[in-house]
């Protein structure tokens, strides 16, 4: 299994690249990527080709995967990095969710191991799924791109294929733990609160 920091998201609400934006002495790109570390997997650095000179500084170039499949959103980011490493399950996490801790990964990366036979593992709270905290078994991204390449796939939300499939679940206990910051007044509300 590989850890993925998603940072190739355009940034447009919040106005500058969210994975640069700083939490304490580290940005919100390392301070994720220290999470999924804690899980003793290897972690890289999912980016779009634009972000390269400011994400070069703080990482190697084996860390940082640009985005290179033609679809749009997250799926990008994702299938960009399973192209990179085609036998790996994917472990995602949007570097935007700065309040995630290594014990609510912890249980998703047990939920993984000890249910072998589905799709997608995820956390769900009250019917709404969290794509960008979750587990890509490798045979699900081969037919994700199976399914891009023969055009098959018409719509890139990750909830629409992820309910067209045999997923796993697990609760959210705690919400707060999965906000993520996409504006500027967002991120102020959280740090005035």
Same mark, same amino acid.
């Given at each position: 299994? @590989?850890?993925? #920091?998603?940072?190739? *998201?355009?940034?447009k609400?919040?106005? /500058?690249?969210?994975?640069?934006? +700083?939490?304490?002495?580290?940005?919100?790109?390392?301070?994720?990527?220290?999470?999924?570390?804690?899980?003793?997997?290897p972690?890289?650095?999912?980016?779009?080709q634009?972000?390269?000179?400011?994400?070069?500084?703080l990482?190697?170039a084996?860390?940082?995967? @640009?985005?290179t #499949?033609?679809v749009? *959103?997250?799926?990008?980011?994702l299938l /960009?990095?399973?192209?990179?490493f +085609?036998?790996d399950?994917?472990?995602?996490?949007?570097?935007?969710?700065?309040?995630?801790?290594?014990d609510?990964?912890q249980?998703?990366k047990q939920?993984?191991?000890?249910?072998?036979?589905?799709d997608?593992?995820?956390y769900?709270c009250?019917?709404?799924?969290?794509?960008?905290c979750?587990?890509?078994?490798?045979?699900?991204?081969?037919?994700?791109?199976k399914?891009v390449?023969s055009?098959?796939?018409?719509?890139?939300?990750?909830?629409k294929?992820?309910?067209?499939?045999?997923?796993?679940?697990i609760?959210?206990k705690?919400k707060?733990?999965?906000s993520?910051?996409?504006t500027?007044n967002?991120?102020?509300?959280?740090?005035n609160?």
């Amino acid at each position: 299994m @590989i850890g993925v #920091v998603l940072c190739g *998201g355009e940034s447009k609400r919040m106005g /500058s690249d969210k994975g640069l934006l +700083p939490v304490g002495s580290v940005t919100w790109a390392q301070h994720a990527e220290a999470k999924l570390a804690e899980l003793d997997i290897p972690v890289v650095i999912s980016i779009n080709q634009a972000q390269l000179p400011n994400y070069n500084h703080l990482y190697g170039a084996e860390k940082l995967i @640009i985005d290179t #499949v033609n679809v749009k *959103g997250p799926l990008k980011g994702l299938l /960009s990095v399973h192209q990179y490493f +085609p036998d790996d399950d994917l472990m995602l996490l949007a570097c935007d969710m700065t309040d995630m801790d290594v014990d609510t990964l912890q249980q998703l990366k047990q939920h993984y191991h000890t249910n072998p036979t589905f799709d997608y593992y995820l956390y769900e709270c009250e019917g709404f799924m969290e794509p960008l905290c979750a587990v890509y078994p490798t045979n699900s991204l081969r037919n994700l791109c199976k399914a891009v390449n023969s055009s098959e796939l018409t719509h890139f939300s990750m909830h629409k294929f992820i309910r067209d499939s045999n997923y796993k679940t697990i609760q959210i206990k705690d919400k707060t733990k999965f906000s993520n910051y996409n504006t500027a007044n967002h991120l102020r509300a959280q740090i005035n609160s």
